[in-house]
């Protein structure tokens, strides 16, 4: 006989899901009510005026997709790529090959700015791609890439895009609620984001927006979107505007009131007291990691604080020590991906996971696991040296 299936209670410090507040837990266990009930409607239109807060914009086309922060990124791509479209797209880790599957799938050209994983996306590659090409309808990139811990000038790259006529199109799904993003005022056009990084929700919705003008474009494509489910025309009968709503799909009730609650701790936070939370509790962390002799993959002057790669010590059994971490202490951080499988490890001091107790609970655990492994690790000073960020 198969029996409930209860999890067990851990620690998640990887790159998503985050911990999940009990406060957002209790919100999805409230009573399942219609998707077309008055009141869900209500909730429907705070949790689009929450999400413009979060994204900080005006966009009426502001709205959580009822899927993975993967079908935010396609719903980018498929409403606003048509066949034969230029589109730059910016890799320097795993998600801007994503980007270039959806831009070919969808007909379009991708005029691929490689950088090294690890490193920003160089604006100055960027500007020669839209000088060595006529026509570019859009600029695509990663803000925080979740597989190297890197940031890039988001506000720049927009700018840049805008300049050439184009539209920008980013990835905030690692970004949104951790690091400064303001879609207005940088003149982003398309971006879309996830629930379960840095906001703390359960997984499942991605949340998205669209400028006025890329919403423009969307109105005026030349063929039909080829999704019938990510149509941006079709979902603003169910998502936009007005007491009159029309079923396009069963939304997922309790997932939104997760979210609805997510957001307004986050409102209640404040966003920028949420940046300054992240970026505080990264740098104890990083101080009790260099204490211990562990290096950050990535440059000081483009490090993410809600995703840190590090690099893993010769000789050590990267898969061993993320074993015992979850064994021992219920600690899940996560491995390296792409060409740094191997190489790092990563830590997320994601939303509700970035506390003052997980990074010292994550800091002793990982120098218990370390020693267990006979790596040379300098010992007994990593709480010493987060301890002293944080007084
Ligand atoms: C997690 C992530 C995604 C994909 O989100 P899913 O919810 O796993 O589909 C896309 N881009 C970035 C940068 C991410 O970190």
Redesign the pocket.
Known sequence: MIRSFNPPVRTLMG??PSDVSPRVLAAMARPTIGHLDPKFIQMMDEIKQLLKYAFQTENELTMPVS???????EACFVNLVESGDKVIVCQN???GG?MKENVERFGGEAIMVQDEWGAPVDITKVKAALEANEGVKAVAF??????TGVCSDAKAICALAREYGCLSIV?????LGGSELRVDEWGIDAI?S????CLSAP??I?PVSFSKRATDVIQSRKTPVPSWFLDKNLVMGYWGGGAKRAYHHTAPVNTLYALHEALVMLQDEGLENAWARHAKHHRALKAGLESMGLELLVDENCRLSQ?NSVVIPEGVDDAAIRGQLLSDYSLEIGAGLGTLAGKTWRIGLMGSACTQRNVMLCLTALENALVAQGASVKTGVAGAAATAVYS
Do not use: I, N, W
């Open positions: 790159p998503g899927a993975p922060g993967s079908a935010g990124m880790g795993v998600f994503r990663v803000h925080a890439e979740t597989s990835d905030a799904v690692t970004s879309y996830g629930t379960q990084k997984p499942g991605s995703l």
